[in-house]
């Protein structure tokens, strides 16, 4: 027997709005400094808003036993392998028990009505909030008082070199969560026709040009192909006006600009994984002790560098070896797959995370835990076709054989 929750949908909503807005706006530092009690919070705030969606719509049983507790077990094992030879830390396990909840809850069953609002409204103050931080000293003040993050210094930097990086702090994950936005907004108007999203897409893109970061220009690229592809007139008529209108004063500057993006320090992969790369010492230990993890300890040696945030792929290898590097990308693949109504959407949302771990340990950041199931709620609300669509559907006599609109059921 099942119950309807079509009358519940306010609730649905309301978990929809906590993702979302706690994803985004939780603060990580208070007066300009890194906060110990805020780093420790922000994990607990996620568990229960994760085990509260869990709650309302279920938890996956095969990915329990095929994945989440594997994880658990496997990095447990690995810690207790290496628990002599380093100190154990609690946060890797806290976060690690988190990835494993989030794959395991059965976030498409959460059913929601139109969510294109709250998405301009947040949309809309990510550009606000990206334009006042570069320009009102009041505003960066605020941003850096509580969404500095990884290292005190960082944010103001961030601000100085005219990087609207948000309350990401950083210009990498930065990059991947702007780019995300941009596709929300782009898929959005795709599905609806409404030119707001349309703009608000274009001004993301905007954004992400301006974080002058390697991973935010390769998903602008990404961007601008996929706007070329769908507007392909409109493009070649303006690509052709930017060749002729564009001064060449303007296009040497931006020339300079992109290459000195490329030839910067602290940019890209080679100063990543290059010989004398921040990620040179995790990449001997791994060549040297390629079955010898390290699992939830600590060692100084290998992570003051910054190699714990700077590849998903050689963090999990480093702490499970290729078994975990296996269980969570095939966790986060099944997590899409079994979660998010269109395929494409699945495809393009793994791909995207994929890339975006080669330079940042994205699904581990602390933000990802709610912002990933918020955005894949979001886009499961979305119509299921588009109007020409919808009119060769209605005209087909032949039932509809696409995933179910039906709205949250529990036993």
Not at 326 to 353: A, E, K, P, Q, T
Not at 373 to 392: D, E, H, V, W
């Amino acid at each position: 027997m099942t119950r309807s929750y079509n009358s519940k949908f306010p609730f649905n909503r309301g978990l929809f709005v906590l993702f979302l807005l706690v994803g985004l706006y939780f603060p990580t530092s208070s007066g300009e400094s890194i906060s110990p009690s805020l780093y420790v919070a922000a994990p607990v705030v996620s568990a229960m808003l994760l085990t509260a969606l869990g709650l309302r719509v279920g938890v996956d049983e095969q990915i329990i036993l095929w994945i989440s507790a594997p994880i658990v077990m496997w990095l447990a094992f690995c810690t207790l392998l290496s628990s002599n030879l380093y100190e154990i830390a609690l946060m890797p396990i806290a976060v690690f028990c988190l990835l494993a909840l989030l794959f395991s809850v059965r976030v498409g069953k959460l059913r929601c009505g139109n969510l294109t609002p709250l998405l301009a409204v947040v949309s809309i103050a990510n550009v606000c909030m990206g334009i006042s931080m570069l320009t009102f000293d009041t505003v960066a003040g605020f941003m850096v008082a509580h969404y500095n993050n990884f290292y005190d210094e960082l944010l103001p930097s961030m601000i100085t070199a005219y990087k609207p990086v948000l309350t990401f702090a950083t210009h990498s994950v930065a990059g991947t969560f702007i780019y995300l936005f941009f596709w929300l907004n782009f898929r959005t108007y795709q599905k609806t026709g409404k030119r707001l999203h349309l703009a608000l897409a274009l001004l993301h893109l905007a954004m992400c040009i301006a974080l002058m970061s390697v991973t935010s220009f390769a998903f602008a690229v990404l961007a601008i192909v996929e706007l070329v592809w769908n507007f392909q007139w409109i493009s070649a008529l303006s690509a052709v006006a930017a060749y002729f209108l564009v001064s060449v004063s303007l296009k040497e500057t931006i020339g300079d600009a992109f290459l000195e993006l490329w030839l910067q320090k602290g940019t890209g992969l080679g100063p990543r994984y290059g010989a004398t790369g921040n990620l040179a010492g995790v990449i001997s230990y791994i060549y040297h002790h390629p079955f010898l993890p390290i699992g939830a300890t600590y060692s100084a040696d290998l992570f003051d560098s910054g190699a714990q945030t700077d590849s998903g792929p050689l963090a999990y290898f480093l702490r499970g070896s290729f078994v975990l590097v296996l269980l969570i990308y095939g966790g986060l693949f099944l997590l899409l797959r079994r979660n998010l109504r269109d395929r494409r959407d699945c495809y393009r949302l793994f791909f995207v995370i994929l890339a975006a771990e080669v330079g940042f340990t994205t699904l581990t950041y602390i933000r990802s835990f709610l912002l990933l199931p918020a955005f894949m709620i979001y886009l499961n609300s979305l119509p299921a076709a588009s109007s020409a669509q919808a009119a060769r559907i209605e005209s087909d006599p032949k039932p509809s054989q696409n995933w179910p609109l039906t709205e949250c059921v529990s036993p």
